[in-house]
């Protein structure tokens, strides 16, 4: 089969396909039609796929005869009643001839044998394109005119050959045949295009204005603004995820320029871009890194005048929402944020947990459980409740009512304007941003807060995540809360805050089981933050048990995993292993001390030896005051330097000595080590029994 020409031609042609459903819309189309190809035996090679606004577009290179062969089907029991095996062969159109018997699970089946005669390609593809188009799924699909049939948008044209030939679709239920056809640009191409190959139609629809391919499409957009806003100093801000958008939205992308009255040029940055971006998919121009007053956007449609008579339609919109938002914004600065407060008190945050402005006291009181945890100063401890009080309070501004994608941005902007300490406004426009996006120590704080009132609010009204459901993000919500943790280097006890942020809940039932849900819905959530920084299971598994304290347990996770990584860490947990198996094997010895008159090798003399001066350092390690970290990796490595001891000890020293005494002994021993390492390395000892 020659693979450098595809001879087979799907396009069908479709209103407006939003540009949210398209890439998997595709992806469904190409995985419907090569499952049915492969079912019919149908060889397909060089599959590529499109998609655009209007067409769904499925090339690729197929065989065209497809050869006898025989298709084995599993029947009923050997032993099944006559009349059950009598419904299967009807079922086939098959007699008792065309059947085996065959042993599977012990079980004697009939196994039918279906003979299929060698077929032409162009014979099964009707069946296989028309159960390809009905069973495609859509998050969102409608049905027009009186057909009950539902897909995305209505579909108005397939085009579909094969070998130069057509393939004749039907979809009864819409009315709709297949043709030797299709249409070009929507504004810019007229009349029908026939296109005999998958060849023709790259060229003719290309010269009626389509560009097919999605790829091409976006680099074509790129490469205009490079070519448009070649000056110095100047560019176009071009977010991937708008950038996707746009691509999805035109079939031949055309970019033009739009101008930006200097009045609105008043307005805070945020408040000129959200519009621009997620209202009108626009994309703001700079000059030397600063919004200049132009807007960049694409269009579909390369008109007569240049475009001009677009541009106009274009600004007309912006300015007529940039007017609002000026409005809104001069309105909004004529009263103090904190009189916002008493609208807050009327919006209900859940009907279970209050208002918002309830929300915000508590949210005080967080702010102060973590900073009294954490030993702050009474300076810091006021200016995150100024944060708290004021946080929430853009949400009543016009606004945040018109842009809900602006609040906390606002908030911050609104408390700067009106004198407030600049590190409570940097918090304040930090509350809804990503990890990465918080630069202040306030502005973590504060979120820390945040999250963890939320979290616990809905754990008391019994609202956690379910399964797959999440409808409060209280998983995005724990992940953040570690992270911004993590990235600030900040120690806290979880539970003692989780445990005092219940009590703010004093008109729900909040017992200790609820607490002790939260703090495991947390380091469920720490595991995988560690997993996907590249912590082993075992080491995971062993470390999240041991705290609640997020920084040493990332902490510990690091240098056990490194030292799992060095071969004597190796030896180090496989011995512990060995002893804690050996000591299983005895059963219930008691505590076995070990007399120093019974020892008669070397080996264990050496090994007690060693263990008694590892205790005595590891005691006087623990009351050293050393940095946390530095400790753990010193006990690490003072056991760790232990090893050639212990090895030597179960090459030489045989445990299960005929003489009682000196067995029980030598057990006292292995006692001693095992004892050592569950009391000053748990995570060690929790290694080596969950996960070796």
């Given at each position: 089969m020659d693979t450098n020409q595809e001879n087979f031609l799907?396009?069908?042609?479709?209103?407006?396909?939003?540009?949210?459903?398209?890439?998997?819309?595709?992806?469904?189309?190409?995985?419907?039609?090569?499952?049915?190809?492969?079912?019919?035996?149908?060889?397909?090679?060089?599959?590529?796929?499109?998609?655009?606004?209007?067409?769904?577009?499925?090339?690729?290179?197929?065989?065209?005869?497809?050869?006898?062969?025989?298709?084995?089907?599993?029947?009923?029991?050997?032993?099944?009643?006559?009349?059950?095996?009598?419904?299967?062969?009807?079922?086939?159109?098959?007699?008792?001839?065309?059947?085996?018997?065959?042993?599977?699970?012990?079980?004697?089946?009939?196994?039918?044998?279906?003979?299929?005669?060698?077929?032409?390609?162009?014979?099964?593809?009707?069946?296989?394109?028309?159960?390809?188009?009905?069973?495609?799924?859509w998050p969102k699909s409608m049905h027009w005119g009186t057909h009950a049939f539902n897909f995305v948008r209505p579909i108005r044209?397939?085009?579909?050959?094969?070998?130069?030939?057509?393939?004749?679709?039907?979809?009864?239920?819409?009315?709709?045949?297949?043709?030797?056809?299709?249409?070009?640009?929507?504004?810019?191409?007229?009349?029908?295009?026939f296109a005999k190959n998958p060849s023709e139609y790259r060229e003719k629809i290309k010269e009626a204005f389509v560009i097919i391919d999605p790829i091409e499409r976006k680099n074509a957009i790129l490469a205009k603004f490079t070519k448009n806003f070649s000056k110095p100093g100047v560019s176009v801000d071009v977010p991937e995820d708008l950038l996707d958008e746009v691509v999805g939205l035109v079939e031949n992308p055309i970019v033009l320029l739009?101008?930006?009255?200097?009045?609105?040029?008043?307005?805070?940055?945020?408040?000129?871009?959200?519009?621009?971006?997620?209202?009108?998919?626009?994309f703001p121009v700079r000059r030397n890194g600063i919004l200049a007053p132009f807007f960049a956007f694409v269009a579909n449609n390369a008109a007569e005048d240049d475009g001009k008579e677009i541009i106009k339609g274009n600004e007309r919109v912006l300015n007529a929402r940039l007017a609002d938002a000026l409005f809104f914004y001069e309105t909004d600065l004529q009263k103090p944020l904190e009189l916002h407060l008493e609208n807050l008190k009327k919006i209900v945050f859940h009907e279970k947990l209050g208002t918002v402005f309830a929300r915000i006291l508590r949210i005080c009181c967080v702010c102060d459980f973590i900073c009294e945890e954490m030993n702050l100063g009474e300076d810091?401890?006021?200016?995150?409740?100024?944060?708290?009080?004021?946080?929430?309070?853009?949400?009543?501004?016009?606004?945040?009512?018109?842009?809900?994608?602006?609040?906390?941005?606002?908030?911050?902007?609104?408390?700067?304007?009106?004198?407030?300490?600049?590190?409570?406004?940097?918090?304040?426009?930090?509350?809804?941003?990503?990890?990465?996006?918080?630069?202040?120590?306030?502005?973590a704080l504060f979120s820390i807060a945040d999250k963890i009132e939320i979290i616990t609010g809905f754990f008391a009204i019994e609202k956690g995540p379910t399964g797959s459901k999440d409808p409060f993000a209280l998983r995005r919500a724990a992940i953040g809360l570690i992270k911004i943790i993590k990235k600030y280097?900040?120690?806290?006890?979880?539970?003692?805050?989780?445990?005092?942020?219940?009590?703010?809940?004093?008109?729900?039932?909040?017992?200790?089981?609820?607490?002790?849900?939260?703090?495991?819905?947390?380091?469920?959530?720490?595991?995988?933050?560690?997993?996907?920084?590249?912590?082993s299971h075992e080491v995971v598994a062993a470390v999240v048990e041991c705290d609640d304290d997020i920084m040493p347990i990332f902490a510990k996770a690091e240098i056990l995993d490194q030292t799992l990584k060095?071969?004597?860490?190796?030896?180090?947990?496989?011995?512990?292993?060995?002893?804690?198996?050996?000591?299983?094997?005895?059963?219930?010895?008691?505590?076995?001390?070990?007399?120093?008159?019974?020892?008669?090798?070397?080996?264990?003399?050496?090994?007690?030896?060693?263990l008694e001066v590892l205790e005595i350092a590891l005691e006087k390690l623990e009351i050293s005051g050393l940095d946390p970290n530095i400790?753990?990796?010193?006990?690490?490595?003072?056991?760790?330097?232990?090893?050639?001891?212990?090895?030597?000890?179960?090459?030489?020293?045989?445990?299960?000595?005929?003489?009682?005494?000196?067995?029980?002994?030598?057990?006292?021993?292995?006692?001693?080590?095992?004892s050592i390492f569950e009391r000053f390395l748990p995570e060690i000892a929790r290694i080596s029994v969950e996960s070796y």
């Open positions: 799907l396009e069908l042609l479709v209103e407006e396909i939003p540009a949210r459903f398209q890439e998997e819309a595709i992806a469904n189309l190409k995985r419907l039609m090569v499952e049915k190809l492969e079912k019919q035996k149908i060889k397909s090679e060089n599959i590529k796929t499109y998609v655009s606004p209007r067409r769904m577009v499925f090339l690729a290179q197929l065989e065209q005869q497809v050869p006898a062969f025989v298709e084995e089907k599993k029947g009923p029991q050997a032993s099944a009643p006559p009349n059950v095996i009598a419904k299967f062969l009807q079922s086939l159109g098959i007699s008792p001839d065309d059947c085996s018997e065959k042993v599977m699970d012990k079980k004697i089946f009939l196994v039918a044998h279906i003979r299929h005669p060698q077929r032409h390609t162009l014979d099964l593809l009707p069946h296989i394109v028309a159960a390809s188009i009905r069973e495609m799924q044209n397939i085009l579909c050959r094969f070998c130069d030939e057509s393939v004749n679709i039907e979809l009864g239920e819409i009315n709709l045949k297949s043709t030797d056809y299709t249409f070009g640009h929507r504004f810019m191409s007229s009349g029908k295009i739009g101008q930006i009255p200097q009045k609105f040029m008043r307005l805070p940055e945020e408040a000129l871009v959200t519009p621009m971006r997620v209202h009108q998919r626009y810091l401890r006021e200016l995150l409740k100024r944060v708290a009080l004021l946080s929430k309070c853009d949400l009543s501004t016009h606004m945040v009512s018109e842009f809900p994608e602006l609040q906390g941005i606002m908030g911050g902007i609104y408390a700067a304007a009106q004198g407030e300490n600049k590190a409570v406004c940097s918090a304040i426009g930090e509350q809804y941003k990503t990890v990465d996006e918080i630069a202040s120590l306030p502005g280097d900040l120690s806290l006890q979880l539970r003692a805050v989780v445990r005092k942020t219940f009590g703010l809940f004093n008109f729900l039932k909040c017992d200790a089981n609820t607490v002790e849900a939260v703090i495991a819905f947390i380091l469920d959530r720490l595991k995988i933050v560690l997993k996907e920084s590249g912590i060095n071969e004597n860490g190796k030896k180090l947990i496989t011995s512990y292993k060995r002893s804690k198996n050996i000591l299983e094997q005895f059963g219930d010895f008691g505590n076995c001390s070990v007399d120093r008159e019974l020892l008669t090798e070397d080996g264990e003399r050496n090994l007690l030896d060693e400790e753990f990796q010193t006990k690490i490595s003072l056991c760790i330097a232990l090893e050639k001891k212990i090895t030597t000890f179960f090459r030489d020293i045989l445990v299960n000595s005929n003489d009682e005494k000196i067995r029980f002994n030598r057990i006292g021993i292995l006692l001693k080590l095992t």
